[in-house]
């Protein structure tokens, strides 16, 4: 069982930055991707970003690509979003997820999954 702990949300003004954190527990051996979702209110959750846990491939989404940096420190099991230029429309609750499969990760699909932390972007 791999436990996700995010932090770094908050109330930033619209241009500005914010770096997010995805702590997870032990186990990360078995992780083979690590990546951000979010959901603004009335919306459904939508991917943001993926990282491979060896390798350290990227994937985003055509919304924040450009904008949005993924990475992670294995030393540390730590996955990172660093959001730079954000806009309004990237205020949402962002969710930390982890997949150990393949398979799974190459359908979208994630077996753990943090609490979320709130970002809200002022205009």
């Known amino acids: 069982q791999v436990q996700l702990v995010e932090s770094g949300g908050g109330l930033v003004q619209a241009g500005g930055s914010l770096r997010l954190s995805c702590a997870a527990s032990?186990?990360?051996?078995?992780?083979?991707?690590m990546a951000w979702f979010r959901q603004a209110p009335g919306k459904e959750r939508g991917f943001v970003a993926a990282i491979r846990w060896t390798g350290g491939a990227t994937y985003y989404s055509a919304s924040v690509k450009g904008r949005f940096t993924i990475s992670k420190d294995n030393a540390k099991n730590t996955v990172y979003l660093q959001m730079d230029n954000l806009k309004p429309e990237d205020g949402a609750v962002y969710y930390c997820?982890?997949?150990?499969?393949?398979?799974?990760?190459?359908?979208?699909?994630?077996?753990?999954w943090g609490q979320g932390t709130q970002v809200t972007v002022s205009s």
């Open positions: 997820a982890c997949t150990t499969e393949p398979s799974r990760f190459m359908r979208g699909e994630y077996d753990y």
């Open positions: 032990d186990r990360t051996s078995s992780t083979y991707a």
